[in-house]
């Protein structure tokens, strides 16, 4: 039995929903961040060293990384599906979103989560003022240009694509969802993104993708 160590309002939720996809039976292990660090319980360290989520263990497999999780779990259940046939234009372009989701797209996401966080955290009060104007200056000198750039570039390439990789869904669209989401929920995905819009709202409304935040609980990047 597949075993997913589900973090809540995590990357893990997307994890769930290419396990609905494959139609596979798993089982969902539960952790609660810490109300105060938001960061996943020390539990998970029992699982794999780094103690970060998502984490799958398949028998005596234990994967861990997004990416590592849905290559291997389309590789060893897929069937030949949710990924481009070797050899085509498509399959590169399935490769190249699937590290991107992780290795790009997320890092000024990630950024602008804890910049927006610092002037809330615990300081002297005479200090708050410098700390709200760093994270202001960081945001928009650094952080809001360059999540830009990076919805810019999003949106071009969903010219013409129904899918990030064309017409077929496939698992680096499961991939892309957290960064998607992540952006709208931090970095603002107004007018300006239409085809990013009508994208999350195809994923959204795939029957899957409910079973799975049925299976996963509250997710609050969809507030």
């Excluded at 089982?27 to 960061?39: A, G, S």
């Excluded at 005596?60 to 050899?87: K, M, R």
């Amino acid at each position: 039995m597949i075993r997913v160590h589900h973090l809540e309002n995590s990357r893990s939720q997307r994890v769930l929903w290419l396990l609905e996809e494959l139609g596979l039976p798993y089982e969902v292990v539960r952790y609660k961040r810490n109300p105060l660090t938001m960061l996943a319980p020390p539990e998970l360290r029992a699982i794999h060293p780094l103690g970060k989520s998502p984490i799958v263990s398949d028998g005596d497999t234990v994967v861990a990384e997004s990416g590592a999780i849905i290559e291997y779990l389309v590789e060893t259940y897929g069937q030949g599906g949710f990924q481009p046939a070797l050899g085509t234009p498509e399959r590169l372009r399935y490769r190249y979103w699937l590290h991107y989701a992780e290795g790009s797209a997320m890092s000024p996401l990630l950024l602008k989560l804890i910049f927006s966080r610092l002037p809330k955290a615990k300081m002297p009060f005479f200090i708050r003022p410098i700390a709200k104007k760093i994270s202001d200056g960081a945001q928009k000198n650094f952080i809001d240009p360059q999540i830009k750039q990076h919805l810019d570039f999003m949106e071009v390439e969903m010219i013409g694509r129904t899918w990030v990789c064309g017409d077929e869904f496939s698992a680096a669209d499961v991939q892309l969802s957290f960064p998607l989401e992540a952006s709208s929920a931090r970095g603002g995905l107004g007018a300006n993104y239409p085809l990013l819009k009508a994208l999350i709202s195809r994923m959204h409304a795939r029957p899957a993708y409910q079973r799975a935040l049925e299976k996963g609980g509250p997710y609050e990047l969809m507030r």
